[in-house]
């Protein structure tokens, strides 16, 4: 079993745009076990541009982290995977099965492999042999439509050298809507020898579910976009404890903080990449409305740093 795993683990999922290398520190810092990088395509790993590199920033104190790669093409993932491990030190490769979105699945990524079961194992099987010491791991969906590749996909996965498996319970036409499917989760996580991951709301499901779940660990996505501290919710509930929500203060602070944190790492040319977790964090309180107008027309840093030390002072 992979080092960094841990039963009941909560992990931050990978999300675009969101889960860039400053977020994940403060996802950890409130209760996340585990982060997952954004995706990146493996061609653009090969390409080493200095934005890809800088996807693939971990900082110390956002570890466990792994990061997730995508690609249609087993030997631009075997190849993206070996200079990741050395260049960016994870603790774990993880290759993309599941996103939804049209710039993956027309590369002929992402959940466009659903489609192509035996595809997913073989590129699984290439990228495992070119890693040295880190594990590899994997996301998936259900499937594409109603019929489900589970858990006939994960099986084949496990077989060809996948070590841990975050299984998404919504097909690829789900997109976000609707139930995830967390009895297909369950059955699968008992037929694999292999930890499984279960994804997919999993914020909404009690404590008892989350105990009695034959999942490992659970991975939480959107619902922790701008709420960081859906972590400590869910490991208070967990404990039977009260979850007392951050204050307004509190939110705008940790704004600041992941702005700072993020112009450590990207510059002040940063703001545009990360316009929607600063807005984001400005939900949750009926005062905010202006503050995201604001922050929405801000044009630079400066406009930013305004906006938030106008509402600290106030």
Known sequence: MADFLKRGALYLAPMSGYTDAAFREIAMENGADVCVSEFVHARAVLSKAPKVLEKLRIDVLARP?????????????????????????????????????????????????????????????????????????????????????????ALE???????????????????????????????????????????????????????????????????????????????????GEDFIPPTAKERVETALKYLEKSLQNQGDDSLKAIRANLIAFMRGHGGFKKMRLALANSKTIEDVYMVFKGFLNG
């Open 157 to 239: 996965l496990e077989e060809a050298g996948v070590e841990v498996l975050a299984i998404h319970g919504r097909s690829k036409n789900q997109g976000y809507k609707g139930d995830a499917d967390w009895t297909l989760i369950e059955e699968t996580a008992n037929c694999l020898k292999i930890p499984v991951i279960g994804n997919g709301s999993a914020e909404k499901l009690t404590a008892s579910e989350l105990q009695e779940s034959a999942c490992f660990g659970f991975m939480v996505g959107r619902a922790a976009v701008g709420n960081p501290w859906i972590f400590r919710e869910i490991k208070a509930g967990l404990n």
């Open 65 to 153: 982290c792994g990061i997730q790669l995508f690609g249609g093409d087993e030997f631009e993932m075997a190849d993206a995977a070996s200079f990741v491990e050395e260049y960016a030190k994870p603790d774990f490769i993880d290759i993309n099965y599941g996103c939804p979105a049209p710039n993956a699945v027309d590369a002929g990524a992402g959940s466009a492999l659903l489609k192509n079961v035996p595809k997913m194992a073989e590129i699984a099987k290439k990228v495992k042999g070119a890693l040295k010491k880190i594990p590899l791991t994997a996301k998936m969906r259900t499937g594409w439509g109603a019929e489900s590749v589970l858990p006939r996909a």
